[in-house]
């Protein structure tokens, strides 16, 4: 199901930062239920799995899936991009509709977004600062949709020496890493446990869409 065109035009952008928008309330009470019932689609096809850190092996408290033709993911040999499901071995399903008409409504980029990585985080779930730098299109902005649970976003600037800033993002909320933005620290310090039902046992999805390839190089997957 699409996000309705005076939807979106409505919501709000919030400079936080250059390059760096918020846009709360982004999609409204039935566009998260249908890009939720889109997510369980694909989950029937790239279910949920737990990656592990680099080196260590250590798991993260996050549970990841992927949509698109590429896939980002996290184990003992690195960080990466790859066309299949680290444990089916199958291809990532489809990237969900509403995340593209999102993709193509809040950037200005010319090109469909190749990976769309898909996070749950049960309440005792964190992300650790980190930088999206994996990718080889550093021009292309990262999209990210938050569906369920509050939680407590925090972000600083290019180095992780900045100040950093925290912001609670609710479901619905849409945030764009863009130009001097694209490369900035962020992650999850929190998940405010019983804020949301929307996700069944009360936890928070999120998604981030990113493009990965330079299409100016020639390699791309959709094109
Ligand atoms: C991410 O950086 O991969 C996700 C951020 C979020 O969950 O809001
Ligand atoms: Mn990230």
Redesign the pocket.
């Known amino acids: 199901m699409g996000l309705p065109l005076e939807a979106a035009a409505e919501a709000p952008r919030v400079a936080l930062a250059p390059g760096l928008s918020y846009v709360p309330g982004y999609l409204d009470g039935a566009a998260q239920a249908g890009l939720l019932a889109e997510i369980e689609r694909a989950l029937a096809e790239g279910p949920w799995y737990r990656p592990c850190m680099p080196r260590s092996g250590r798991p993260l408290s996050?549970q990841m899936t992927n949509c698109g033709p590429l896939g980002?993911v996290s184990d003992e040999r690195g960080y990466r991009y790859q066309a299949r499901h680290p444990t089916t071995g199958r291809p990532w399903p489809a990237i969900p509709e509403t995340a593209l008409r999102a993709w193509a409504e809040l950037c200005a980029y010319p090109h469909p977004p190749e990976a769309c990585?898909v996070?749950f985080?049960d309440a005792s779930a964190k992300?650790g600062q980190?930088q999206?730098h994996d990718e080889e299109d550093l021009s292309a902005p990262?999209i990210?949709l938050?569906l369920g649970a509050t939680?407590v976003?925090r972000y600083g600037g290019v180095s992780r020496r900045d100040p950093t800033h925290k912001l609670e993002?609710h479901s619905g909320d849409a945030?764009v890493l863009g130009g001097p933005a694209r490369l900035i620290y962020?992650?999850?310090d929190k998940i405010r446990a019983g804020s949301s039902d929307l996700v069944p046992g009360g936890g928070?999805i999120?998604l981030?869409l990113r493009r990965v390839t330079c299409p100016a190089n020639g390699r791309t997957f959709q094109s």
Do not use: A, K, M, P
């Open positions: 996050v980002w990585l996070n985080y992300l980190h999206d990262v990210s938050s939680c976003f993002l945030i962020h992650g999850v928070r999120n981030t």
